[in-house]
Nanobody
């Protein structure tokens, strides 16, 4: 079992920045890829960015050049979000994929972008 806890969400003005963090615990040695997803009201959950266990990254087109995903060992993954736009507002979820294909999600952290 893997537990994921996100933090760092909040209210920010358009053009501002936030840094989200996701802390993994439990059987962390089983974790491979990790990532950030988001879900706005009335919309499906969508991929924001992913990072492999060796640091390879992938981004949604909508956040390329503005967001940066990073990983600190097996336990932490971060999402640096710059130049935030109102359309970035959503609940952001951390995801981890463990050996055997098990998928774990955090509880989510709210990001609100508004003036």
């Amino acid at each position: 079992q893997v537990q994921l806890v996100e933090s760092g969400g909040g209210l920010v003005q358009p053009g501002g920045s936030l840094r989200l963090a996701c802390a993994a615990s439990g059987n962390i040695f089983s974790i491979g890829n990790m990532g950030w997803y988001r879900q706005a009201p009335g919309q499906q959950r969508e991929l924001v960015a992913t990072v492999t266990d060796v640091g390879g990254t992938n981004y949604a087109d909508s956040v390329k050049g503005r967001f940066t995903i990073s990983r600190d060992g097996l336990e932490m993954v971060y999402l640096q979000m710059n130049s935030l736009k109102p359309e970035d507002a959503a609940v952001y979820y951390c995801k981890a994929i463990a050996r055997g294909g098990y998928v774990y999600w955090g509880q989510g952290t709210q990001v609100t972008v508004s003036s």
